[in-house]
């Protein structure tokens, strides 16, 4: 299978601030990879680099077959990776719908357009010409993953996507991502919701302080052991 994603070797910050070392991380076609971590450990700075908004100082990093010098926060999207940010980036003053094009103003064509994208998250159709912010958290963040998915992307990278959302939709969001990884779409979830990891994930990376400390199997029947990469 190939590698949709990899860094080797990465070292990454921002200005005077060293946050990635030497990290070592890959998404092959068809894979459902959690990066895990606690608070500040540099889960959302992995996002920033591959996007280039935090500064690459050594190391490779492959988006789809491309390796390009210099990072810029379109070229993800090019390449077929589409990032679902951490506090989901709805924008104000555009309904649903506008929002849900914009997604696919940045990708390619492909499976998933408007009417696909309605009967995957029929609670988008019935909002559609209202305000994306006027959602609910849980609804905002189907929004941001429809989002992604008008793109039409090879590799969704999910950024705390559980964050400040109830429990009984973390089941709802297990079922989305399952459905759109049957369909073809492979999954980076960068998460510390260990029941969603669970899930959702067959294979992990914990992150410490920068580094990869651990990597491995997600065992459903062992979930707890990963526990201490995310709790204080
Ligand atoms: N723009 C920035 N400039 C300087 N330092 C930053 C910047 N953004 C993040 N950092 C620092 O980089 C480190 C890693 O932050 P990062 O947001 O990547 O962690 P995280 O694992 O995603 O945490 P969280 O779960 O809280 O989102 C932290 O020490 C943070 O203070």
Do not use: C
């Amino acid at each position: 299978m190939s590698e949709l994603l990899s860094f080797k070797g990465v070292n990454a910050g921002y200005g005077a601030a060293h946050v990635l070392h030497d990290m070592n991380l890959s998404v092959r076609q068809g894979e459902k990879v959690a990066l895990i971590g606690r608070n500040g450990v540099g889960k959302t700075t992995v996002v920033n680099t591959l996007l280039g908004l935090a500064s690459l100082r050594s190391g490779d990093i492959r988006l789809g077959q491309r390796q390009p010098r210099r990072l810029r926060p379109y070229m993800a999207a090019n390449n077929g990776i589409m990032v679902v940010p951490q506090g989901r980036r709805i924008v104000p003053n555009l309904t649903v719908e506008e929002n849900l094009m914009l997604g696919a103003a940045v990708g390619r064509a492909g499976p998933w357009r408007l009417d696909s994208l309605y009967r995957l998250f029929p609670i988008l159709r019935e909002r559609a010409h209202t305000p994306g912010t006027a959602m609910s958290g849980g609804q905002q963040q189907m929004l941001a993953i429809g989002r992604a998915m008008m793109a039409n992307p090879e590799l969704i990278v999910l950024d705390e996507p559980t964050e400040g959302l109830a429990p009984v939709i973390v089941d709802q969001l297990a079922e989305i991502l399952n459905q759109l990884a049957e369909q073809g779409t492979s999954l980076l979830l960068i998460e510390q919701n260990l029941s969603l990891v669970g899930r959702v994930a067959e294979r992990y990376y914990a992150l410490s302080k920068g580094s990869v400390v651990a990597e491995g199997k997600v065992r459903q029947d062992h979930i707890m052991e990963l526990q201490q990469h995310v709790v204080v």
